[in-house]
């Protein structure tokens, strides 16, 4: 455990594999980064109990509870982002990652400085630039069919005010359907809106949110009415959307 000032966002690196450990806690640390390690389920939800921490690397490959577990476990209970790291290059691997809640996959070996840059990549995405008091307040509040979105929080709530856990690129995504309401979105146009046009997106990525989106918004998934699928076009998010 590294006792640096929270400088930058504090990392959580979950892997069993001291070189991997090593390697990492040096990179971060020289780009002032703090930052936690653990070789297992335990460790992980140790560290996120006892720090703040603002984002996690996990391996797939753990002894014990593999990290698809772990994150589905992470999941159920918090919001924050998560990166993958698997030594297999198998794409549905990729796909089950997404559909439990990771917010991006890297595959190792990897550079160092890639996964720097996705680390950024996510944090944008899920915590957004830094805004001063006045400009969080003039982000809006979005309601629909009694949901609402609080785009300032980035927080889903139901009509009896429950709170749904939303992955960063869940919340994203229904962010862009929200701002574009009854209109078609092609997956590009959706993948520039929800992750911006320089993210390198995974095949089917925005199927795969949707899919999970519909899960938890839907009274029927298989049937969907807030968030239909038109063929050969995209997706439309058919409710009224107002601004709070």
């Known amino acids: 455990m590294v006792s640096l000032p929270h400088i930058l966002p504090h990392i959580l690196v979950v892997d069993d594999d001291e070189d991997i450990l090593s390697l990492l806690t040096g990179f971060f640390r020289r780009h002032a980064h703090p930052v936690t390690v653990a070789a297992d389920g335990a460790g992980m939800f140790a560290a996120l109990e006892k720090e703040r921490i603002d984002l996690v690397i996990l391996d797939v490959m753990l002894q014990g509870e593999d990290g ?114 009854q209109r078609v979105l092609t997956r590009d146009q959706l993948l520039d809106l929800a992750r911006g046009a320089t993210h390198a997106a995974f095949d089917r990525s925005i199927d795969v949110q949707v899919s999970r989106l519909r899960r938890k918004l839907e009274s029927d998934a298989k049937s969907p009415q807030f968030i239909r699928t038109v063929r050969n076009g995209g997706y439309i998010f058919t409710p009224a959307v107002h601004r709070g």
């Not at 476990?73 to 198998?90: G, N, Y």
């Not at 001063?132 to 929080?153: K, N």
């Open 68 to 181: 698809f577990s772990l994150c589905r476990r992470l999941r159920a209970q918090s919001k924050v982002p998560v990166i993958m790291l698997t030594a297999m290059s198998d794409h549905t691997d990729r796909v089950v990652g997404l559909e439990i809640g990771a917010d991006d996959y890297l595959v190792k070996p990897f550079d160092a400085r890639e996964l720097l840059a996705r680390i950024k990549a996510v944090l944008r995405r899920t915590e957004g630039v830094a805004a001063g008091p006045a400009a969080t307040a003039t982000r809006p509040m979005l309601e629909f069919c009694g949901w609402r979105l609080d785009v300032a929080r980035r927080e889903l709530r139901s009509a009896g005010n429950t709170l749904m856990i939303l992955s960063g690129g869940e919340f994203d995504l229904l962010l862009a359907f929200a701002e574009h309401p």
